[in-house]
T-cell receptor, first 108, second 114 residues
């Protein structure tokens, strides 16, 4: 079993829908990162959080350390949100452990 | 600032050929990383460096080599390309060694070995 599991693997939504992507992990962590990867493009960091909730525009990330679970929400989704969303956990030392990613497609 | 720049973006290699994937960052970051991304899998760490002159193996170093002669550059070398090295490669850098800080990624290099 992978140390970081994301669900769903694939997600198709209609423009305007509220989207939730989940990340569960099985190890103790010091922080969790959410990253975005556009088709043919690089990877950009969206959030880094170790507790609670963070918001940036239409994106919201939450983490529950006790339940070892994080969610990334997108409100009022738009086709430009179509991308791969990657969860990564800081397990210790100076390395990250990555989930396999969630492929999101938002249709207009 | 350009951030992290990787070249080339795409490359097709024949089995047994060699090549170097270039990575440069202009943020004066000490920590640099090479990852590979395979379909359905999370990014895997190949090699990393904590500063000029210092490199160390990650999870999947076999078949690769790196060097870090300057703070800016962290090239990844494939000596004898194999089909198993077909992947997308990402270089990343970070200001500190703490994984509780943001990492900056390059645009990726899509490598196919035939």
């Amino acid at each position: 079993k992978n140390e970081v599991e994301q669900s769903p693997q694939n997600l198709t939504a209609q423009e305007g829908e509220f989207i939730t992507i989940n990340c569960s992990y099985s190890v103790g962590i010091s922080a969790l990162h959410w990253l975005q990867q556009h088709p043919g493009g690089g990877i950009v960091s969206l959030f880094m959080l170790s507790s609670g909730k963070k918001k940036h525009g239409r994106l919201i990330a939450t983490i529950n350390i006790q339940e070892k679970h994080s969610s990334l929400h997108i409100t009022a989704s738009h086709p430009r949100d179509s991308a791969v969303y990657i969860c990564a956990v800081a397990k210790g030392g100076n390395k990250l452990v990555f989930g396999a990613g969630t492929i999101l497609r938002v249709k207009s | 600032n350009a951030g992290v720049t990787q070249t080339p973006k795409f490359r097709i290699l024949k089995i047994g050929q060699s090549m170097t994937l270039q990575c440069t960052q202009d943020m004066n970051h000490n920590y640099m990383y090479w990852y590979r991304q395979d379909p359905g899998m999370g990014l895997k760490l190949i090699y990393y460096s904590v500063g000029a002159g210092i490199t160390d193996k990650g999870e999947v170093p076999n078949g690769y080599n790196v060097s870090r002669s300057t703070t800016e550059d962290f090239p990844l070398r494939l000596e004898l390309a194999a089909p198993s090295q077909t992947s997308v490669y990402f270089c990343a850098s970070r200001d500190t060694g703490s994984v509780n800080t943001e990492a900056f990624f390059g645009q990726g290099t899509r490598l196919t070995v035939v």
